[in-house]
């Protein structure tokens, strides 16, 4: 095994480890720089191989016919939005 493919499966086993790259790096004897080398190197090998994810936007707002007007909302109505990222980060809009 190069030292390539031995830096991309220590990559991938401090992606599964949970551990912070600090002490996954610490508890394996790695140089904290080295190994950011390789984790840059190895996430621009993987995201070449990927297609980049299709965005799309979305109106959140109600759109009232022409015929039928709607009444507008009150100072004491509120509408929230919630996104729930990756990660567990979560954005509400209030």
């Avoid at 086993?13 to 394996?28: M, T, V």
């Avoid at 299709?54 to 959140?60: A, D, G, L, Y």
């Amino acid at each position: 095994m190069n030292q390539q493919e031995q830096m991309y499966t220590l990559v991938e086993q401090w992606r599964e480890s949970g551990l912070a790259k600090s002490k996954f790096c610490e508890e394996r004897n790695i140089a904290f720089h080295q190994f950011n080398y390789w984790l840059k190197k190895y996430n621009t090998k993987i995201g070449s191989g990927q297609s980049k994810p299709e965005v799309s936007f979305f109106s959140v707002a109600e759109n009232p016919s022409k015929e039928k007007k709607q009444p507008s909302l009150k100072f004491t109505e509120r509408k929230t939005m919630r996104i729930d990222l990756p990660g567990g980060i979560a954005i509400t809009i209030y």
